[in-house]
């Protein structure tokens, strides 16, 4: 190891004079050189930009894997530098688990039947959402990282070293005003210098000190006007000439000081700058992330419609005059994009559109008559309030009979409690075999 005391003495003083600057600043004791607005207003910007960047990549990553066992866990093969291994995603797990059911079941059986098919279809769904959480990682939550981990930690490393800069030319400014205040005081004073520490004489001092070291100094920081001048402890040699050089001296590291902050800074500025392309690459990501997430729900949507079809075609045999699910609903759908799901539905009795006379969609229920069969018995979940007399009120846990009408809203029934009918909604019930 190559050992170098000027150095580390150097070091050490130039440490030194920023911890005393940035003291004195902080109990106002000290000028501080203020940024423009401009710049205070990118360093703002960057700063805003990082934080919502982090908040964004954690959370986004909870929601690719919501376990955070297994965040960690791929965290630390980042780290490590590793291969990730595959995982199994939860539908992958579910469809094995409910195969296995199937095969212990019985396939033949329509449990077993419907057992398998559902299980096919959270195959598919696990193998989407795999592709879809590759896809993501890679389209977005790979160039958020690199923004964090290569470009901020370049642009916070170039505003520590800003910082440093200017205090060492806020220190700079004190030094050249403190030593031109003492330059005046001497020649006012016959060339003397006061101290508040009452110091010995200049030839008592150099009797004492004759190499320039006085031992308590900070890392044995050979003694000179400007260092003594700046820690106010002792006497100054009674010559204008030193004085004159002195103030020569801290005007030139003041110019020094100055150069190197503004050529700082100007580094500093354009890397916050580049912000702005960093915000054009992150809507890019963005952008890339939607049409993924959009794949990945269209497929689940595809996938789930042709689960419900199949199902669909095989309850009516499974349960016989009862409700049978369909794909097409008879009322009209609110959006043409908006997807067709199943309802459930009863045999049909005579339509709502027949007993509503020409005009009138409204529904009479005194006119309204149960089918001849496929009645069925429900409980009721919740308590309801109908919110007009065409709809029936309901208290959890009564039993009501329902049945449907073609042309009635999916999502309703029609329930009879009593010698009282009137609209129910679907999901307050569970329907009884």
């Not at 195969?99 to 449990?111: F, I």
Request: hydrophobic letters at 35%; proline letters at 6%; charged letters at 25%.
């Amino acid at each position: 190891m190559d050992f170098n005391m000027k150095k580390l003495a150097s070091d050490a003083g130039i440490f030194f004079t920023r911890a005393v600057q940035f003291t004195e600043e902080k109990f106002g004791q000290a000028e501080k050189t203020e940024l423009d607005a401009h710049f205070e207003s990118l360093l703002a910007r960057a700063d805003s930009t990082k934080n919502w960047t982090e908040k964004i990549l954690r959370q986004t990553e909870v929601l690719l894997q919501p376990n955070p066992s297994a965040r960690v866990e791929e965290f630390l093969y980042e780290k490590l530098d590793r291969k990730v291994p595959s995982r199994v995603t939860n539908g992958e797990l579910l469809a094995q688990y409910m195969a296995e059911a199937a095969s212990e079941l019985g396939p033949t059986t329509p449990y077993g039947k419907t057992l398998i098919k559902v299980a096919e279809a959270e195959k598919r769904l696990g193998a989407a959402e795999r592709d879809f959480i590759h896809t993501a990682s890679i389209n977005f939550l790979t160039p958020l990282r690199n923004f964090l981990e290569g470009d901020w930690k370049t642009i916070s490393k170039e505003r520590r070293l800003l910082q440093n800069r200017r205090l060492d030319l806020d220190a700079s400014k004190a030094r050249l005003k403190k030593a031109k205040a003492a330059e005046a005081k001497a020649t006012c004073e016959g060339d003397t210098l006061e101290d508040t520490c009452r110091p010995p004489s200049w030839a008592k001092w150099k009797e004492d000190y004759p190499g320039g070291w006085r031992r308590p100094c900070f890392f044995l920081v050979p003694l000179n006007p400007s260092l003594t001048l700046a820690r106010g402890c002792l006497s100054l040699p009674k010559d204008g000439k030193l004085w004159n050089d002195e103030v020569d001296k801290a005007e030139q590291e003041l110019r020094v000081a100055q150069t190197e902050f503004d050529r700082q800074a100007e580094v500093t500025r354009l890397l916050l700058e580049g912000i702005s392309s960093t915000h054009v690459n992150h809507l890019r990501c963005l952008h890339e992330f939607v049409e993924s997430q959009t794949t990945y729900y269209a497929q689940c949507y595809r996938h789930m419609l042709d689960l419900q079809k199949q199902l669909g075609s095989s309850q009516g045999a499974i349960f016989p005059g009862t409700f049978v699910g369909t794909t097409e609903p008879t009322s009209p759908t609110l959006s043409s994009t908006s997807p067709t799901t199943a309802a459930a539905t009863m045999p049909m009795g005579p339509s709502v559109a027949d007993l509503a006379p020409p005009g009138e969609a409204a529904l009479r229920l005194e006119e309204v008559a149960p089918p001849a069969s496929g009645t069925r018995k429900a409980r009721v979940l919740y308590d309801y309030e109908a919110a007009d007399s065409s709809e029936l009120a309901l208290l959890a846990d009564e039993l009501i009979t329902v049945y449907s009408l073609p042309g009635m809203d999916p999502d309703w029934l029609i329930g009879e409690r009593g010698n009282k009918k009137g609209k129910v909604p679907v999901t307050y019930l569970e329907l009884l075999s």
